[in-house]
T-cell receptor
Framework: GESVGLHLPTLSVQEGDNSIINCAYS??????FIWYKQESGKGPQFIID?????DKRQGQRVTVLLNKTVKHLSLQIAATQPGDSAVYFC??????????????FGQGTRLTINP | NAGVTQTPKFQVLKTGQSMTLQCAQD?????MSWYRQDPGMGLRLIHY???????DQGEVPNGYNVSRSTTEDFPLRLLSAAPSQTSVYFC??????????????FGSGTQLSVL
């Protein structure tokens, strides 16, 4: 099965609330993690990434947290908007130091925004 | 820049037919890759390339061939299509070649049905 998994396949939040999407990974040696957003009928779109030497990274309305102790990754979206409705994927570079990166993706979480 | 361009967007094949999915990028990226996306399974890596003339297998390479004669193009060939290859296929590219962690830029996908 996938080494990168998600705790919840679906998440519904009220517009304006903060969203938190969680992800677990299995390889403690993974050194790079990335979040993608995929809207219906489109390809995945980059949101934010983080390297294993960091615990937190912030972007515009998004924050990624990395907890290497429990091998957990989360994506926080502030003040969720209708346009945030999509499927969110986390991915890890599962084979660091073994040549070019090979990102392994989780199954995805569908985020639905309620008006 | 057009980014990553995939053609065709939709394709229906009969079992045993062959076809080539085209992928081109105009960002001078060294790394290119092919993923397939099946419901509930995220994206799985088929083949990747770290530069012209160099290709390697990903997680699910069986039934697919690739070549990289130029930096810009990375076609995916199905020599004898099978119903199990019904999926959505995504091409992706990034700046890095060997041993780098870089975000991937994805195309809009090819939806393939094999009857």
């Amino acid at each position: 099965g996938e080494s990168v998994g998600l705790h919840l396949p679906t998440l519904s939040v009220q517009e304006g609330d903060n969203s938190i999407i969680n992800c677990a990974y299995s390889n403690s040696a993974s050194d790079y993690f990335i979040w993608y957003k995929q809207e219906s009928g489109k390809g995945p779109q980059f949101i934010i990434d983080i390297r294993s030497n960091m615990d937190k990274r912030q972007g515009q309305r998004v924050t990624v947290l990395l907890n290497k102790t429990v091998k957990h990754l989360s994506l926080q979206i502030a003040a969720t908007q209708p346009g945030d409705s999509a499927v969110y994927f986390c991915a890890e570079n599962k084979f660091p130091g073994q040549g070019a990166q090979k990102l392994v993706f989780g199954q995805g979480t569908r985020l639905t925004i309620n008006p | 820049n057009a980014g990553v361009t995939q053609t065709p967007k939709f394709q229906v094949l009969k079992t045993g037919q062959s076809m080539t999915l085209q992928c081109a990028q105009d960002m001078n990226h060294e790394y290119m890759s092919w993923y397939r996306q099946d419901p509930g399974m995220g994206l799985r890596l088929i083949h990747y390339s770290v530069g012209a003339g160099i290709t390697d297998q990903g997680e699910v390479p069986n039934g697919y061939n690739v070549s990289r004669s130029t930096t810009e193009d990375f076609p995916l060939r199905l020599l004898s299509a099978a119903p199990s290859q019904t999926s959505v296929y995504f091409c992706a590219s990034s700046y890095g070649g060997q041993v780098t962690n870089e975000k991937l830029f994805f195309g809009s996908g090819t939806q393939l049905s094999v009857l």
